[in-house]
């Protein structure tokens, strides 16, 4: 039988077609767009690699895809690899910044141009034509999807879906949707993801905007709300909430060696963000973006900010504030932590509200499947040239897989996208090249996956 190398070339033309079909095919949730359409797309795509479908649709929402591959002959039964993808795009819009069609999947130098190119359909063509190459030969392992259509408006209904369909989606690891490479064309993988705590807080003195003369006597709705804002947080970026830190797991040394190992380029990112002061935490950037939990104003709105002067008491203030949380800490206790403080600094009467919540999920990063996805980068895109990250500095979905379907899955993220990707802005793109890469190292990944018990043992 051919080398990997020589069998992911031949099938590349193939698979670029398939890549372009289903790029061609739009399914915005958001806009309700194409997703039945491209539902069946999908159930074509999951047939042809020599796969089942079936299309969950009893709870409401867009449907949820399950499909399903059975081991070869030689292949373990007893080892199951789910997928994790989702079919929906973001919309296309503003369509006039578009160089090529958005749903046209052009080939320019190199680059397919489509909304979704690689958010995230690279990555489910990529893992489906692996799948059909390692037919030939028999697939050494039992392999799942679960192709989600609201991964773009926040994956309302994903929770309902992974409980009834718990046991369906069983497995021993979880590969999720796209990673990158960055400026360095080195890929940053992930295994993980922080959590998120939204808060909204507002602070209410009065039923009327009041003329300023009455300052004296009539509280500023502005004034309680900046107040209580500046009790949270020191100048210094400490959190001084009581009891904000307390959950917060420490990492390992083998944490900190990532983190030190993978140094974040500080001067590339104040120059990109144009950052006017000195960056914070300059001395250990990465180290602060993977483990450290925050808590920013997202935005703040009262009263009069347009032309001239105008002097008027403003009667309501709001701010939205948003915490990424880190393993152990919880969003609804962190946000009764943030209830808990402004009472007790005499800011009972700030309404708080919690708008969102998502739990931190981090991977075991001594299971045997992290080493496996390490060993196959380095065979696909040589050492020192990725990095496998315990957590995205952002937040996911990866805590309701944990949640549902066990604590100790491991979740890792593989993909084809690149540093000027574009996801979610016009002129979306990926690389061909990075789209072969993902497509040889799914095929050695899948091969490699069933022996990560003995390599577990040795
Ligand atoms: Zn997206």
């Known amino acids: 039988m051919l080398q990997v190398e020589d069998r992911v070339a031949n099938r590349l033309p193939q698979a670029i077609q398939a890549l372009q079909r289903y790029c061609r095919q739009p399914g915005i949730s958001s806009q309700g767009v194409g997703i039945p359409e491209t539902i069946d797309l999908i159930g074509q795509m999951v047939i042809e690699a020599g796969g089942q479908v079936r299309v969950l649709n009893d709870l409401g929402g867009n449907p949820v895809i399950y499909a399903e591959f059975e081991p070869g002959p030689e292949g373990s039964a007893d080892k199951t690899l789910l997928f994790y993808n989702h079919y929906d795009v973001q919309p296309p819009e503003p369509l006039e910044e578009w160089n090529y069609p958005p749903f046209g999947a052009e080939i320019h130098e190199g680059k397919l141009f489509a909304r979704g190119a690689s958010d995230n359909k690279a990555d489910l063509v990529a893992r489906l034509q692996a799948i059909s190459i390692l037919q030939e030969e028999g697939l050494p392992c039992r392999i799942k999807f679960l192709i989600e259509g609201e991964e773009e408006i926040g994956s309302p209904s994903l929770p309902l879906y992974l409980e009834k369909y718990a046991s369906l989606f069983q497995a021993d690891a979880c590969v999720w949707e796209w990673a990158q490479k960055n400026a360095e064309e080195k890929l940053e993988m992930v295994a993980g993801a922080k959590g998120l705590c939204y808060l909204e807080l507002t602070s209410e003195t009065a039923d009327i905007d009041i003329h300023s003369a009455y300052a004296p006597v009539a509280d ?239």
Request: proline share 6%; glycine share 8%.
């Open 220 to 458: 500023n709705a502005a004034w309680r709300l900046t107040q209580a804002l500046a009790t949270l947080k020191t100048a210094d970026h400490r959190i001084v909430v009581e009891g904000f830190y307390d959950e917060v797991e420490h990492p390992s040394e083998s944490l900190k060696d990532i983190a030190r190992n993978n140094p974040y380029d500080t001067a590339a990112a104040s120059s990109l963000y144009g950052l006017k002061g000195k960056m914070i935490a300059a001395d250990a950037a990465r180290a602060a973006l993977l483990f450290e939990p925050t808590m920013s104003i997202c935005g703040i709105e009262s009263g009069y900010t347009g032309v001239g002067v105008k002097t008027v008491i403003p009667r309501r203030a709001k701010a939205k504030l948003d915490c990424r949380l880190v393993p152990r800490q919880d969003p609804e206790d962190i946000a009764r932590k943030i209830r808990r403080h402004l009472d007790k600094m005499g800011f009972a009467d700030i309404h708080v509200e919690l708008l969102s919540a998502s739990h931190p999920f981090r991977s075991d990063m001594n299971h045997p499947v992290i080493g496996i996805v390490n060993a196959t980068a380095a065979a696909v895109y040589g050492e020192g040239r990725y990095a496998l990250m315990p957590n995205y500095p952002g937040t996911g979905p990866m805590h309701l897989f944990a949640r549902y379907l066990g604590q100790q899955l491991p979740i890792v993220a593989i993909g084809s996208g690149w540093w000027d990707d574009r996801i979610h802005a016009p002129n979306e793109s990926i690389r061909i090249k990075d789209f072969e890469e993902a497509l040889g190292y799914m095929v050695r990944f899948i091969r490699e996956f069933p022996r990560m018990d003995q390599r577990a043992e040795s």
